[in-house]
């Protein structure tokens, strides 16, 4: 059984935010990195949706849909694997102007920032501030890094010198409440990530 289904089980509800509150994160050398990546991003403003298999992927991506009334829009997709996705609800990839969201995969998710790495496999040459507002991520657990360096230590064995470029990270989810010299100039977004169990 994976951590996530031992530690939330299969239901999203208010206890979910009480588990997280029972984690160990004064020191979060002892928290396994799954559940410290998903307490720093839920801390950071992401919406953390845990689905076990791609029925459940289906399924909650109609679920963000209806939630945000995004039917029938434009949506930016540069990834081919994720286009049945789209078909399947209708929304338009093709010659778009004004896209409602970006859906997309990723490289990596960084537990100890609680943020997202991103290439040019997902987001082209395209700035993080100039990506639509409405982000949805399709990740894995297995997506799931300690840090930062081990992050960029996967993508070098992984592409094997074909490595992609734009390689940046979003980390803010949400306008910070009061800016500081680390947030300043970041563009916050609001990012649903649905994280399927592949472990």
């Given at each position: 059984m994976s951590l996530f289904k031992k530690f939330f089980g299969t239901t999203h509800d208010s206890s979910e935010e009480a588990k997280l509150g029972e984690l160990n994160v004064s020191n979060p050398e002892n928290t396994p990195i799954d559940e410290l990546f998903t307490l720093n991003?839920?801390?950071?403003?992401?919406?953390?949706?845990?689905?076990?298999?791609?029925?459940?992927?289906?399924?909650?991506?109609?679920?963000?849909?209806?939630?945000?009334?995004?039917?029938?829009?434009?949506?930016?997709?540069?990834?081919?694997k994720l286009y049945s996705l789209l078909d399947e609800n209708k929304l338009n990839y093709t010659a778009i102007?004004?896209?409602?969201?970006?859906?997309?995969?990723?490289?990596?998710?960084?537990?100890?920032?609680?943020?997202?790495?991103?290439?040019?496999?997902?987001?082209?040459?395209?700035?993080?501030?100039?990506?639509?507002?409405?982000?949805?991520?399709?990740?894995t657990t297995s997506q799931i890094t300690a840090a930062k360096s081990d992050a960029m230590s996967y993508i070098t064995k992984h592409y094997n010198k074909n490595y992609p470029n734009n390689i940046t990270t979003i980390k803010y989810f949400e306008k910070a409440k009061v800016e500081d010299f680390l947030s300043y100039g970041t563009a916050a977004k609001n990012v649903y990530l649905m994280l399927l169990e592949d472990l």
């Open positions: 991003f839920k801390k950071n403003g992401g919406k953390f949706l845990y689905c076990e298999n791609l029925e459940e992927v289906k399924n909650t991506f109609e679920d963000i849909l209806t939630e945000n009334d995004w039917f029938e829009n434009d949506v930016m997709c540069f990834e081919p102007k004004n896209p409602k969201f970006l859906l997309a995969s990723c490289e990596s998710l960084i537990a100890d920032e609680g943020s997202i790495l991103f290439s040019s496999n997902q987001i082209k040459q395209h700035k993080i501030q100039d990506l639509p507002t409405n982000i949805i991520i399709l990740a």
